[in-house]
T-cell receptor, first 109, second 113 residues
């Protein structure tokens, strides 16, 4: 079955430290991967998708097909990065997004 | 552009009642998606609709749940004879075309007493 796994429910770092939020997927073929973010009291919004290869708010994510991973990274975390982060995937022309359970990132001052 | 609108934001129902959740997509978007989020879980796909058509309902429970997206007006997710297990956050998303970014609404939090 198609599955997206985020192994860390909670992640806490200090301001200025590097941060990596892990995401693994189990899909055959070539899925499309996404990171969504939900800041406090705001709606879910797209942070980045792997096909665009953009860097948004200093975050990057590389698709590693060998390890079936799509980890989200930022070299220097900021307090405003504190939020819930969801990894998601689609495949094969399907519009259905499959989400991980999310990781709550807290960046401490 | 006001973004995807959902109403009500909070809905309380007693067991056996009906719940109707509404979603107005972003202007120019004709594709609507519904997701459900149970406590401590990620969002789970329910149904994908285009105007007047259900495209993919593979995530919809077989009974009591239905969805529509009429030619005029919002998309409606309808839950008949609600049970406590239906308590969840229901999110709607919309996109202008298939494969485009899905933009999410604020969600409707359903509580079944």
């Amino acid at each position: 079955a198609q599955r997206v796994t985020q192994p860390e429910k909670l992640l806490s770092v200090f301001k200025g430290a590097p941060v990596e939020l892990k995401c693994n997927y189990s899909y055959s073929g070539s899925p499309e991967l996404f990171w969504y973010v939900q800041y406090s009291r705001q709606r879910l919004q797209l942070l980045l998708r792997h096909i665009s290869r953009e860097s948004i708010k200093g975050f990057t994510a590389d698709l590693n097909k060998g390890e079936t991973s799509f980890h989200l990274k930022k070299p220097f975390a900021q307090e405003e990065d504190s939020a819930m982060y969801y990894c998601a995937a689609t495949q094969g022309g399907s519009e259905k997004l499959v989400f991980g359970k999310g990781t709550k990132l807290t960046v401490n001052p | 552009n006001a973004g995807v609108m959902q109403n009500p934001r909070h809905l309380v129902r007693r067991r056996g009642q009906e719940a109707r959740l509404r979603c107005s997509p972003m202007k120019g978007h004709s594709h609507v998606y519904w997701y459900r989020q149970l406590p401590e879980e990620g969002l789970k796909f329910m149904v994908y609709l285009q105007k007047e058509n259900i495209i993919d309902e593979s995530g919809m429970p077989k009974e009591r749940f239905s969805a529509e997206f009429p030619k005029e007006g919002p998309s409606i997710l309808r839950i008949q004879q609600v049970v406590r297990g239906d308590s969840a956050a229901y999110f709607c998303a919309s996109s202008p075309t298939p494969g485009a970014t899905q933009y999410f609404g604020p969600g409707t939090r359903l509580l079944v007493l």
